[in-house]
């Protein structure tokens, strides 16, 4: 089966206001950079976005928060974007901060079916408010939901035409996860390759997940926070 598409914009015509989306990367590493972009030029609003972090002011999520494209946001670490930060201080932006442990499990648990699941982590803390709490061999757990959505976008390094996909190092981050646990996987590669050129052994996620595969252009791959050693030291 050929999954591929022409580009970006093709990749995302049918997401629509009001869509759930997740975005695979860790910082500015690993992000589907085309279909950002491609959802800032469609134009879609009220979007809920599931994604490790919100990526900076001019660059990754960022830039849907700049057009005020997204409406919730269900994050971990948003520290390094100040337009987060102002929206959420305004109100203008709903968020729900997650402990990054949990929410990777809450991806995970998305895609393996699982519908919620006991944690230790945020008991007695604000993350715990409101949410079902129990006792396992005296210790006290809290009930967290798995996460799903309508669309996740994922980048990869490598994939084939049946969607089939390779992460290449830290790249390898909240992707694989992400990919199982959307209705509609959305992947844009570095190297688009022949069905049948991958190794079997360096496919880290089945084409079966994925819906729509194209080969990205431009990446810029940019570096979240530069820090330099100090000359002869």
Do not use: W
């Amino acid at each position: 089966m050929n999954k591929v598409v022409e580009n970006a914009m093709e990749a995302v015509r049918d997401i629509q206001d009001g869509a759930t989306i997740m975005v695979g990367g860790f910082g500015l590493c690993g992000i589907p950079e085309n279909l950002i972009a491609a959802l800032r030029e469609k134009g879609v609003k009220n979007l809920t976005v599931i994604s490790n972090n919100a990526g900076v002011d001019d660059f990754g999520l960022g830039l849907l928060l700049q057009t005020r494209q997204i409406k919730k946001m269900i994050s971990t670490y948003v520290g390094e974007n100040e337009t987060f930060e102002r929206q959420c201080l305004s109100g203008e932006l709903e968020v729900e901060l997650v402990p990054q442990g949990t929410f990777a499990e809450r991806v995970r648990a998305g895609g393996a079916g699982i519908a919620a699941f006991f944690t230790p982590t945020g008991v007695g803390t604000i993350v715990a408010d409101g949410k079902e709490k129990r006792k396992f061999d005296g210790r006290e757990y809290v009930l967290e939901r798995a996460l799903r959505a309508d669309f996740a976008l994922i980048k990869a390094y490598k994939g084939d035409a049946m969607g089939n996909l390779m992460y290449r190092k830290t790249a390898r981050n909240f992707n694989p996860m992400m990919a199982t646990a959307g209705r509609i996987t959305i992947a844009e590669v570095e190297h688009l390759v022949p069905v049948g050129s991958m190794d079997a052994d360096q496919v880290h996620t089945p084409g079966i997940f994925v819906k729509r595969i194209f080969q990205g252009v431009n990446y810029e791959k940019r570096i979240e926070k530069r820090t330099y050693r100090k000359k002869n030291s």
